[in-house]
């Protein structure tokens, strides 16, 4: 890790020049210029001063994040069906429950359902790529069709059903995962 680099990078985020985080942390300027260039290594103590001056932590500073994934294909995609509710859900972002949202497509057989879900915090939207669909929320139907969207709070019992005589498929995303 280039301790300096980071350092610097964090400055530069903060707008501050080297004279001024010097000044924050009682240090000189051509300490500061010394360490961004990799030149001296600052003691723990020094460079604590230095990271809570630009608001962060030992912790943070060395956690090293690991390049996130933000394309997925279809090799990623994991599936299950249910035949006798005539649907298929795919999973479209795999390991989607441990961020906010998760998405999936469903896809419905003519007649076809996705299970009842119980309420739950959060939110959810779907968006018809083909086909028909009911959104039933309590004792309500809600009809949507290819190029409509739906979007409710879930705090009513919920599903979707494809009332049709065609598949419909539908991009369908929860807010805090749920699927």
Avoid at 25 to 43: A, H, M, Y
Avoid at 79 to 97: H, S
Avoid at 103 to 117: A, N, Q, V
Wanted: hydrophobic share 35%; proline share 4%; aromatic share 10%.
């Amino acid at each position: 890790m280039n301790i300096g680099k980071k350092i610097k990078e964090l400055r530069m985020a903060k707008a501050l020049t080297q004279e001024e985080l010097a000044s924050r942390c009682d240090l000189s300027k051509g300490f500061i210029s010394q360490v961004e260039r990799d030149l001296t290594s600052p003691s723990i103590s020094t460079l604590v001063d230095i990271l809570e001056s630009l608001g962060t932590n030992l912790k943070d500073f060395f956690n090293e994040y690991e390049d996130e994934k933000i394309v997925f294909t279809g090799d990623d995609v994991f599936e299950t069906a249910d035949e006798e509710l005539g649907y298929t859900l795919e999973w479209i972002v795999p390991n989607a429950q441990k961020n906010d949202m998760e998405p999936i497509l469903l896809t419905l057989e003519p007649g076809g359902r996705y299970k009842e879900e119980e309420p739950h915090e959060g939110e959810e939207f779907g968006y018809v790529l083909s086909g028909n669909v009911e959104v039933h929320l309590g004792s309500r139907k809600h009809k949507a069709k290819k190029g409509e969207c739906f979007y409710y709070k879930a705090k009513a019992s919920h599903f979707i059903s494809n009332p049709g005589k065609v598949q419909a498929k539908v991009i369908w995303i929860s807010t805090p995962p749920y699927f």
